[in-house]
């Protein structure tokens, strides 16, 4: 298994267009997680998924963003109409959770979005 | 909701000495407490995690304490080298036994090992 994978790497786009990023977990990982991380922060959680449930969502998460998981395999995260503040690194993760244990998330390495 | 503060934001310490980042958590209902290291250009990677019924967790040179009372919880790394310099996260959730919410992050520490 080669870990948490995410396409595209680098995303330049113009203000106003509409982008899709798409995040391939884990092989049989369940839940799947979308941070999202500007330069000398930590990363910030936008929302996860258990399988095809999203279960949590942060109110970082604006109407112009959306994220789906339909097969509860692959996941993508859309953002509309997108804005200058969009700019940063959108991280994915993925768990398997085991009851009783800590849970250890694995990141994939990022798609960075420039918004010019 | 969860905030977690994290200090120093930068440290520097000499080769083979040890180095301790601290964080504290507002969120008593938090029980799980993991530590990412994150190099340039890359995802963050987890190093060593704790959970809030244990005081302390060590896995070699790296090792882990909380204090569920003053909400804090430290990162030890003895006997630093050159492969320790990078950008250090603590991180706060909830953890039902089924598996862990969205982690808090805080701002980071910029660690640095001086040859």
């Known amino acids: 298994d080669t870990g948490v994978s995410q396409d595209p790497r680098h995303k330049i786009t113009k203000r106003g267009q509409n982008v899709t990023f798409r995040c391939d977990p884990i092989?049989?990982?369940?839940?799947l997680y979308w941070y999202r991380q500007t330069l000398g922060q930590g990363p910030e959680f936008l929302t996860y998924?258990?399988?095809?449930?999203?279960?949590?969502k942060s109110r970082l998460l604006s109407d112009r963003f959306s994220a789906e998981r339909p097969k509860g395999s692959f996941s993508t995260l859309e953002i509309q109409r997108t804005e200058q503040g969009d700019s940063a690194m959108y991280l994915c993760?993925?768990?398997?959770?085991?009851?009783?244990?800590?849970?250890?998330?694995?990141f994939g390495q990022g798609t960075r979005l420039t918004v010019v | 909701g969860e905030n977690v503060e994290q200090h120093p934001s930068t440290l520097s310490v000499q080769e083979g000495d040890s180095a301790v980042i601290k964080c504290t958590y507002s969120?008593?209902?938090?029980?799980?407490f993991p530590w990412y290291k994150q190099e340039l250009g890359k995802g963050p990677q987890l190093i060593i995690d704790?959970?809030?019924?244990?005081g302390e967790k060590k896995d070699q040179r790296i090792a882990v304490t909380l204090n569920k009372t003053a909400k804090h919880f430290s990162l030890h790394i003895t006997e630093t080298q050159p492969e320790d310099s990078a950008v250090y996260f603590c991180?706060?959730?909830?953890?039902?036994?089924?598996?862990?919410?969205?982690?808090?992050f805080g701002k980071g520490t910029h660690l640095i090992i001086q040859p």
């Open positions: 991180a706060a959730s909830f953890d039902s036994g089924g598996g862990a919410d969205g982690l808090t």
């Open positions: 969120d008593s209902a938090s029980n799980y």
């Open positions: 993760a993925s768990s398997l959770p085991l009851s009783g244990r800590g849970t250890e998330a694995f």
């Open positions: 998924f258990q399988n095809e449930a999203q279960l949590e």
């Open positions: 092989s049989e990982h369940n839940r």
């Open positions: 704790i959970r809030s019924n244990v």
